[in-house]
């Protein structure tokens, strides 16, 4: 029984591990390549086009069937074998078609955004070194592969948002962001190695599968809080969730495209996954403290995009916000759509960053032909591009309605889902739970206004920057092919009919069902319907009234000077906090340890140095005035008697005679003394 | 009558005498005298002693040797003062301390 289901199962484990090696393959054969290749970017596009066309195959074999799990024996130390393999269940390959899909219309839009930069070719080793690592990691069954992967994503997104090396702020992001991962990164591994400590396995199939031993044996109680804590920090590193976001915001230094498929479509949504892999770990206790944390992150995250100018910088903030979302529903039990919010997330969120891209790319033309000294970043420059750009204001449109939640497209079923799903998780529970579902329906009217306000300052009304300069002419468009095919198939991806035949109601989501197994919340009728009338209503009213506040220019609701809107603007002060409390210690305590060790542990060594060399000095003066003063003694004597006796031989025959006679004297007068 | 002991005195002052010039002259003619005069000395104190044995005079006999000797003595260290001068054309004994050609 086993053979035969092996022999099925081999086909399926060899594509799956096919779509991992395809990106491998095309970032070695890329490094091979000089730095500037102009075939590279189509040698990892096909790379990544295999990946996917292997990646629906493998999906289709496994989703809602029995899940195949492949593994052999690693290595063997004292009695424990470790194995490694290849774990495929509904959760991996969504994430595996997921990954290769969002990672298709980027590699084809990374050919023509990327086109004019030096190192092209080094771009898409990096790229695709990303996308072995990421898928890598959704279909490892291995906790200690699962790390070494978490790390390599992490590094490729080090790498990649230091691309460009010579800006010194993505230096500085590049800089932050690992760091702040290395902390996530600690927990894991403290993590991991509790769970190892007290399973005595990394297969992620024995612990926490169907009859996983994560279900069945409790850790005792202490160890199993700092195990979460260190989940907890993983996932807020990696999934940019407070108090460990601040790194996200800067990342955006990176090229656009990778913005869009690194920090907001697949590796941030590694910490969600990561939820999604280590879900059996949690108590009830703690998920309600991910709720509360990822409820506070979306809120958060969401009221400092309100203010922001910078075009990336809101999408990042918005990023954030909706990883918050997905924390929270994972907190409430809403499992399945936390993970399809995931999903509709990835396509919705990158087709928004491709818009970014395409209209920093075109202001920054403009820019460079007028001579403007303008941030071709900052919308408050930006304007009236609608007409000239259709098909990328469409996108934006559709991305944006996305975002919001508005019915027909796809984040309406996966954000609603998890809106409804958080009321019903407070229904009966006291008013500080029934915070969190009024917060997230905060969130989502303030993501109404803040996208709004994106796409409004971008491509409504006049083009600002030419106030500056009367005589320039708005000549953008909507780009080469490169540019159009991506947003077309991310456009489609963002509406429902992917994901739901039925546009209203979020349960038919075959997504929604893949997971439903875990889902244990009453249902409460009234809030499926009351609830998505209510976001929507309010929704477009708030749409509304941010298009009469800039359009229109009507008043704003808050003075730009008032604490509200700078402390929004300033993005509640974290960076600022960060640096006080956090950096400055850290930096304060590495100079005292420098001072420590430059004075106290060198002054020591320096100490006993200068008394091996006084020692030696004594040594040396013992040496030079008795030991050879004593030879030289010896020598002067021998000397002195030497030139005594020589006077007597000078030559001189008298001079001999008389010493006879003195010496006979001598003698003479001796032997009367004696005598 | 003239005593052992007055020739002895005698014999000691020329001996004296012939050492002081031996030694303190710088003329190779006048260390000879000072020789001359110390071997005088002693072939005096011969014949002084000599008195002792009035049947074989031998002190006496041997004064005479020693007087020829004396003189044939002499003969050869004048040869070699002149020998001495005609190479260093000085006689001087401190300046003549070089005996290789």
Same mark, same amino acid.
């Given at each position: 029984?086993?053979d035969?289901?092996?022999?099925?199962?081999?086909?399926?484990?060899?594509?799956?591990?096919? !779509?991992?090696?395809?990106?491998?393959?095309?970032?070695?054969?890329?490094?091979?390549?000089?730095?500037?290749?102009?075939?590279?970017?189509?040698?990892?596009?096909?790379?990544?086009? /295999?990946?996917?066309?292997?990646?629906?195959?493998?999906?289709?074999?496994?989703?809602?069937?029995?899940?195949?799990?492949?593994q052999?024996?690693w290595?063997?130390?004292?009695?424990?074998?470790?194995?490694?393999? =290849?774990?495929?269940?509904?959760?991996? /390959?969504?994430?595996?078609?997921?990954?290769?899909?969002?990672?298709?219309? /980027?590699?084809?839009?990374?050919?023509?955004?990327?086109?004019?930069?030096?190192?092209?070719g080094?771009y898409?080793?990096?790229?695709?070194?990303?996308?072995?690592?990421?898928?890598?990691?959704?279909?490892?069954?291995?906790?200690?592969?699962?790390?070494?992967?978490?790390?390599?994503?992490?590094?490729?997104?080090?790498?990649?948002?230091?691309?460009?090396?010579?800006?010194?702020?993505?230096?500085?992001?590049?800089?932050?962001?690992?760091?702040?991962?290395?902390?996530?990164?600690?927990?894991?591994?403290?993590?991991?190695?509790?769970?190892?400590?007290?399973?005595?396995?990394?297969?992620?199939?024995?612990?926490?599968?169907?009859?996983?031993?994560?279900?069945?044996?409790?850790?005792?109680?202490?160890?199993?809080?700092?195990?979460?804590?260190?989940?907890?920090?993983?996932?807020?590193?990696?999934?940019?969730?407070?108090?460990?976001?601040?790194?996200?915001?800067?990342?955006?230094?990176?090229?656009?495209?990778?913005? +869009?498929?690194?920090?907001?479509?697949?590796?941030?949504?590694?910490?969600?996954f990561?939820?999604?892999?280590?879900?059996?770990?949690?108590?009830h206790?703690?998920?309600?403290?991910?709720?509360?944390?990822?409820?506070?992150?979306?809120?958060?995250?969401?009221? =400092?995009?309100?203010?922001?100018?910078? #075009?990336?910088?809101?999408?990042?903030?918005?990023? =954030?916000?909706?990883?918050?979302y997905?924390?929270?529903? @994972?907190?409430?039990?809403?499992?399945?759509?936390?993970?399809?919010?995931?999903?509709?997330?990835a396509?919705?969120?990158?087709l928004?960053?491709?818009?970014?891209?395409?209209?920093?790319?075109?202001?920054?033309?403009?820019?460079?032909?007028?001579?403007?000294?303008?941030?071709?970043?900052?919308?408050?420059?930006?304007?009236?591009?609608?007409?000239?750009?259709?098909?990328?204001?469409? $996108?934006?449109?559709?991305?944006?309605? +996305?975002?919001?939640?508005?019915? #027909?497209?796809?984040?309406?079923?996966?954000?609603?889902?998890?809106?409804?799903?958080?009321?019903?998780?407070?229904?009966?529970?006291?008013?500080?739970?029934?915070?969190?579902?009024?917060?997230?329906?905060?969130?989502?009217w303030?993501?109404?206004?803040?996208?709004?306000?994106?796409?409004?300052?971008?491509?409504?009304?006049?083009f600002?920057?030419?106030?500056?300069?009367?005589?320039?002419?708005?000549? /953008?468009?909507?780009?080469?092919?490169?540019?159009?095919? &991506?947003?077309?198939?991310?456009?489609?991806?963002?509406l429902?009919?992917?994901?739901?035949?039925?546009?209203?109601?979020?349960?038919? !989501?075959?997504?929604?069902?893949?997971?439903?197994? *875990?889902? !244990?919340?009453?249902?409460?009728?009234?809030?499926?319907?009351?609830?998505?009338?209510?976001?929507?209503?309010?929704?477009?009213?708030? @749409?509304?009234? +941010?298009?009469a506040?800039?359009?229109?220019?009507?008043?704003?609701?808050?003075?730009?000077?008032?604490?509200?809107f700078?402390?929004?603007?300033?993005?509640?002060?974290?960076?600022?906090?960060?640096?006080k409390v956090?950096?400055? &210690?850290?930096?304060?305590?590495?100079?005292?340890?420098?001072?420590?060790?430059?004075?106290?542990?060198?002054?020591?060594?320096?100490?006993?140095?200068?008394?091996?060399?006084?020692?030696?000095?004594?040594?040396?003066?013992?040496?030079?005035?008795?030991?050879?003063?004593f030879?030289h003694?010896?020598?002067?004597?021998?000397?002195?008697?030497?030139?005594?006796?020589?006077?007597?031989?000078?030559?001189?025959?008298?001079?001999?005679?008389?010493?006879?006679?003195?010496?006979?004297?001598?003698?003479?007068?001796?032997?009367i003394?004696i005598? | 009558?003239?005593?052992?002991s007055?020739?002895? *005195?005698?014999?000691?002052?020329?001996?004296?005498?012939?050492?002081?010039?031996? #030694?303190?002259?710088?003329n190779?003619?006048?260390?000879?005298?000072?020789?001359?005069? @110390?071997?005088?000395?002693?072939?005096?104190?011969?014949? $002084?002693?000599?008195?002792?044995?009035?049947?074989?005079?031998?002190?006496q006999?041997?004064?005479?040797?020693?007087?020829?000797? !004396?003189?044939?003595?002499? $003969?050869? +260290?004048?040869?070699?003062?002149l020998?001495?001068?005609?190479?260093?054309?000085?006689i001087?004994?401190?300046?003549?301390?070089?005996?290789?050609?």
């Open positions: 029984m086993e035969f289901l092996q022999h099925i199962d081999t086909l399926t484990i060899n594509f799956a591990l096919g !779509a991992v090696i395809m990106p491998l393959l095309a970032a070695i054969v890329n490094r091979c390549l000089p730095a500037n290749s102009k075939p590279s970017g189509w040698i990892s596009t096909l790379a990544i086009l /295999v990946s996917a066309v292997l990646s629906i195959f493998v999906f289709a074999k496994v989703w809602n069937q029995h899940e195949v799990h492949q052999q024996v290595f063997t130390i004292g009695n424990t074998s470790v194995y490694t393999g =290849i774990l495929l269940n509904n959760l991996s /390959v969504l994430m595996l078609v997921l990954v290769s899909l969002v990672a298709l219309p /980027v590699h084809i839009y990374s050919t023509a955004y990327m086109k004019d930069d030096d190192r092209y080094r898409f080793v990096y790229l695709s070194f990303f996308c072995f690592s990421m898928l890598a990691l959704v279909v490892v069954d291995n906790l200690v592969l699962f790390y070494a992967f978490w790390e390599l994503v992490g590094f490729s997104s080090y790498l990649l948002i230091g691309f460009w090396y010579t800006k010194p702020k993505a230096i500085i992001a590049n800089k932050k962001a690992f760091i702040m991962n290395r902390i996530g990164d600690i927990g894991l591994l403290t993590a991991i190695a509790i769970l190892f400590a007290s399973y005595h396995t990394f297969d992620i199939e024995q612990l926490f599968g169907a009859n996983g031993v994560v279900k069945s044996a409790a850790i005792s109680s202490n160890w199993q809080y700092v195990a979460c804590i260190g989940l907890f920090l993983a996932v807020a590193a990696k999934s940019a969730q407070f108090p460990l976001h601040t790194w996200l915001p800067d990342a955006m230094e990176g090229p656009t495209s990778i913005s +869009a498929l690194i920090h907001a479509a697949t590796m941030v949504a590694a910490g969600v990561l939820l999604g892999r280590f879900y059996p770990v949690f108590t206790d703690e998920l309600t403290i991910l709720a509360i944390i990822g409820c506070f992150t979306a809120f958060m995250a969401a009221t =400092i995009a309100l203010t922001q100018n910078d #075009l990336k910088r809101i999408l990042a903030y918005s990023t =954030i916000s909706q990883l918050g997905m924390v929270m529903a @994972m907190g409430i039990g809403a499992y399945s759509s936390s993970l399809f919010h995931l999903a509709t997330h396509f919705f969120k990158c928004l960053f491709l818009v970014a891209g395409i209209v920093i790319h075109e202001v920054q033309h403009m820019k460079d032909e007028y001579n403007l000294h303008i941030d071709p970043q900052n919308i408050l420059y930006m304007g009236g591009l609608r007409k000239k750009m259709p098909l990328t204001f469409i $996108a934006s449109v559709v991305g944006g309605l +996305a975002l919001f939640g508005f019915p #027909l497209t796809s984040g309406y079923l996966s954000k609603d889902g998890i809106l409804i799903q958080s009321f019903e998780w407070a229904e009966g529970k006291d008013w500080l739970h029934k915070l969190i579902p009024i917060g997230a329906l905060l969130t989502s303030l993501t109404a206004f803040y996208i709004a306000r994106l796409v409004i300052k971008v491509f409504f009304g006049e600002k920057a030419a106030q500056f300069d009367p005589a320039i002419k708005l000549h /953008v468009s909507d780009g080469k092919w490169q540019y159009r095919v &991506p947003l077309v198939l991310l456009m489609g991806c963002s429902f009919p992917l994901f739901s035949i039925n546009p209203i109601l979020y349960e038919k !989501a075959w997504i929604f069902n893949g997971f439903s197994v *875990i889902t !244990a919340l009453d249902r409460v009728n009234i809030y499926h319907t009351i609830l998505p009338l209510l976001v929507n209503l309010v929704g477009v009213i708030v @749409m509304y009234w +941010a298009y506040i800039y359009i229109k220019e009507k008043a704003l609701p808050l003075p730009e000077s008032g604490f509200l700078r402390f929004s603007y300033r993005e509640w002060y974290f960076d600022k906090i960060y640096q956090i950096v400055l &210690p850290v930096i304060a305590l590495s100079k005292f340890t420098r001072w420590f060790d430059r004075n106290i542990l060198d002054g020591f060594i320096h100490l006993l140095a200068k008394i091996g060399i006084g020692g030696s000095k004594i040594a040396e003066w013992c040496d030079r005035y008795l030991i050879d003063g030879l003694l010896l020598a002067s004597i021998t000397l002195g008697i030497g030139n005594f006796a020589r006077r007597f031989q000078n030559g001189k025959v008298q001079y001999y005679l008389f010493s006879m006679l003195a010496i006979i004297l001598a003698v003479f007068i001796f032997k003394l005598y | 009558m003239i005593s052992l007055d020739f002895l *005195i005698v014999s000691a002052g020329l001996f004296c005498i012939g050492l002081f010039v031996t #030694l303190t002259k710088r190779a003619i006048q260390i000879l005298i000072g020789i001359e005069l @110390m071997l005088n000395a002693a072939i005096l104190n011969l014949i $002084a002693f000599g008195k002792y044995d009035r049947f074989t005079n031998s002190g006999t041997f004064a005479l040797f020693a007087i020829v000797l !004396a003189a044939a003595t002499t $003969a050869v +260290a004048l040869a070699i003062i020998n001495v001068y005609k190479k260093y054309k000085t001087d004994p401190d300046k003549t301390d070089q005996l290789k050609d």
